[in-house]
């Protein structure tokens, strides 16, 4: 996620973010899918919310704002969606933030 950042995607430049930004998402996606094939449940681990799911929501909301092909990791996804269903996840999702940009913002 810090590799998304704002400060950092300054410094790669408009021109690269897009590119670079994709790049490091889909990385770690491949990554997490092959993990959950052994450890999801309901959610990450098993059917009982953990630290991974709180990662998991923001990490998603990136994924879409950068515009990452989310069809090759269809485990992140039922996971994602499941969360967003709870009211908590409802409520502290990234687009609901105060600083989040306008054009991104959800209501």
Same mark, same amino acid.
């Not at 994924?63 to 969360?83: C, G, M, Q, W």
């Not at 967003?84 to 913002?105: C, G, I, N, V, W």
């Given at each position: 996620?810090?590799?998304?950042?704002?400060?950092?995607?300054?410094?790669?430049?408009?021109?690269?973010?897009?590119?670079?930004?994709?790049?490091?998402?889909?990385?770690g996606?491949?990554?997490?899918?092959?993990?959950?094939?052994?450890?999801?449940?309901? +959610?990450?681990? %098993?059917?009982?919310?953990? =630290?991974?799911?709180?990662?998991?929501?923001?990490?998603? +909301?990136?994924?879409?704002?950068?515009k990452?092909?989310?069809?090759?990791?269809?485990?992140?996804?039922?996971?994602?969606?499941?969360?967003?269903? =709870? %009211?908590?996840?409802?409520?502290?999702?990234?687009?609901?933030q105060?600083?989040?940009?306008?054009?991104?913002?959800?209501?």
């Amino acid at each position: 996620q810090p590799l998304q950042n704002l400060t950092v995607l300054k410094q790669v430049g408009e021109e690269k973010r897009l590119e670079w930004a994709q790049h490091f998402i889909t990385r770690g996606f491949q990554a997490l899918e092959r993990i959950l094939k052994d450890t999801a449940g309901q +959610y990450c681990v %098993e059917d009982e919310v953990s =630290m991974a799911d709180l990662c998991l929501v923001p990490q998603v +909301y990136n994924a879409e704002r950068f515009k990452v092909d989310l069809s090759p990791y269809p485990t992140i996804t039922r996971i994602n969606k499941a969360l967003l269903e =709870m %009211e908590a996840f409802k409520r502290t999702h990234p687009s609901r933030q105060p600083d989040t940009p306008p054009d991104r913002k959800s209501t």
